[in-house]
Each structure stands twice: as structure tokens, then as C-alpha cells.
């Protein structure tokens, strides 16, 4: 139900879930059968995160065509979120590939822990750029800078961006922010300036990391449609209906959300008061 309610307020790309080991993540182990499930538009495209050829493999046997792959900047996380170094992750890469290019499947990448990482702190450019350039080499054209806990500032991510889009101009770029800090959204905006204009979100702000202390759930896809409305930045998406959504992904949880649009209202509520 609410993915349907997602694709029905325009949103044209939708990440359904996460195909990794039930064991290490017991609440993503029946995204098999969540994706089995959805009732398919051909205007909007589906996709999982996968970690290995394992989550591939099952991506493929629910019938997606889309996946994308994480790699961490951070030795630290990597080991405790897929088991292996940066430099072993990168190496299964090749023979991914090879089977998403076989069984005619769109690889997507993303690198997490891109601009820090709370065992290792800060995480300059250039431990990046060669992670950037495995995953061009082996084909993929969409890569996302993914701030994992939150540890991003504007700053950084301005210049990251800008760099990155200056010495890959053929890959289309999409940057994955928390708001843990409140940062957030100040970093989307630096990002739009650099010239990206792709940005993860989860309705009502959930999500995290279960192998990154302190983290805490995505910019709320409601707050960030609500920003670029603000601003005159058109989305195609219908505002209204995605805040039903993230109403109703709270109806669901039970407790309050990280959104601010689900607490405030829109801009647009108040002057309608009387």
C-alpha cells in the first residue's frame, strides 16, 4: 500500500528495499516478498540496494531490473556493514557486473560513509575518487555520494560535488543525506548549487544504519518536496499526496517521526487560517 501511495504522488524512482542477509538486518528479510507484491506502473522505476551477487541474485529472481550497489569509503564501516575492506567489496565488482549485464539489469552505485565516518571521522576527497573510478570503469553511469550518519557540512559537500562532477561529467550524480546533526537539508541545497539535482529522502524521515552509532533516519522526503516548493524548484511530485504517505508511514510506526512538515504543516496552512 505504500509504495503504491508513494508512485501515485509522482515520484518516478523508488528504492524498495534492501536485499542483505536477514541475519545481520532480521527487518529487511522479507523484501523478497514486498517486491513480489507491488503493483508495477511502467512510468516508475523499482530498485533494491544490494551488497553482493547474493542480494543480486535475489533482486533478479523477484523480477527487478534495478539494483544498487554499496561500497564503503570507510575500512571501518565496510567491515562491520559487508563483511570485507573497501578494496575486497571493489573486487566483487567485476563479476557483479557481469551477471546484472547478462540478465539485463541496470547497476546503479553508491559509495557510503562518503564525507565521514564515525569510527574514522572525516573522509577526504581523494579516498573517494578511486572508488568513483572502479565503478565507472566497470560501467556504471549513476553514482550516489551517500552521507551515512549525518557527518556532512555544506561546505564539503559543495566542494565534493563539484570536483566529482568536473572529473566524471559523464556520470549522473545523486547525493543521500541524513539530517542527524541538522545539516541536512543545508547540504541538499549545497549540492543543488554544485549542480546536482538527485537526492535520496524516506517519507516521514525513517531509515539509519544499524552498524553506525548515532545514526539516525533520511531527510524526510515530505520536508525536502516542501523546501524546493518553497523555492520555486519544480518536482513533479504532488506534495499533498506525499505527506498523506508519510502520515500514514507514522500511522504505521506508532511514534514520532524526524519530519518537520509532519509536526508544522506546510507554509502553505498558515496563511489559509483565519
Same mark, same amino acid.
Given at each position: 500500500m505504500l509504495i503504491e501511495m508513494v508512485q501515485d504522488? =509522482?515520484?518516478?524512482?523508488?528504492?524498495?528495499g534492501s536485499f542483505v542477509s536477514p541475519k545481520a538486518v532480521p527487518k529487511l528479510a522479507e523484501t523478497d516478498e514486498v517486491v513480489k507484491r507491488i503493483k508495477r506502473r511502467d512510468d516508475v522505476e523499482y530498485r533494491a540496494l544490494i551488497m553482493n551477487m547474493k542480494g543480486l541474485v535475489r533482486a533478479y529472481e523477484c523480477g527487478l531490473k534495478r539494483a544498487?550497489?554499496?561500497v564503503s569509503a570507510s575500512e571501518s564501516h565496510s567491515l562491520k556493514n559487508a563483511n570485507a575492506t573497501p578494496l575486497?567489496?571493489? !573486487? !566483487? $565488482?567485476?563479476?557483479?557486473?557481469e551477471y546484472a549485464v547478462s540478465k539485463d539489469i541496470t547497476l546503479s552505485g553508491a559509495i557510503a560513509t562518503s564525507f565521514g565516518c564515525p569510527f574514522e571521522g572525516r573522509i577526504e $576527497?581523494?579516498?573517494?575518487? @578511486?572508488?568513483?573510478e572502479a565503478y565507472v570503469k566497470m560501467g556504471v553511469k549513476e553514482l550516489s555520494l551517500s552521507d551515512t550518519t549525518g557527518m556532512a557540512? @555544506?561546505?564539503?559537500?559543495y566542494d565534493y560535488c563539484r570536483i566529482a562532477r568536473e572529473r566524471? @561529467?559523464?556520470?549522473?550524480?545523486?547525493l543521500h543525506?541524513?539530517? &542527524? !546533526? =541538522?545539516?541536512?537539508?543545508?547540504?541538499v541545497l549545497a549540492g543543488m548549487q554544485a549542480g546536482v539535482c538527485r537526492f535520496d529522502a524516506s517519507f516521514a524521515g525513517l531509515g539509519g544504519c544499524p552498524f553506525a552509532p548515532g545514526a &539516525? =533516519?533520511?531527510?524526510?522526503t515530505e520536508d525536502i518536496l516542501h523546501m524546493c516548493e518553497e523555492m520555486g524548484v519544480e518536482t513533479g511530485v504532488d506534495i499533498d499526496k506525499a505527506i498523506l504517505t508519510a502520515k500514514k508511514v507514522k500511522e504505521y510506526i506508532g511514534h514520532e517521526t524526524g519530519s518537520f512538515i509532519l509536526k508544522a504543516g506546510k507554509n502553505s496552512d498558515l496563511c489559509n487560517v483565519v
Open positions: 504522488s =509522482g515520484i518516478k524512482l523508488i528504492e524498495v544498487k550497489l554499496t575486497e567489496a571493489m !573486487r !566483487r $565488482l567485476n563479476e557483479i557486473m $576527497l581523494e579516498k573517494i575518487i @578511486p572508488i568513483i557540512n @555544506p561546505r564539503q559537500v566524471f @561529467p559523464q556520470v549522473e550524480w545523486n543525506f541524513h539530517n &542527524t !546533526r =541538522g545539516l541536512g537539508f543545508a547540504n &539516525t =533516519g533520511n531527510i524526510a
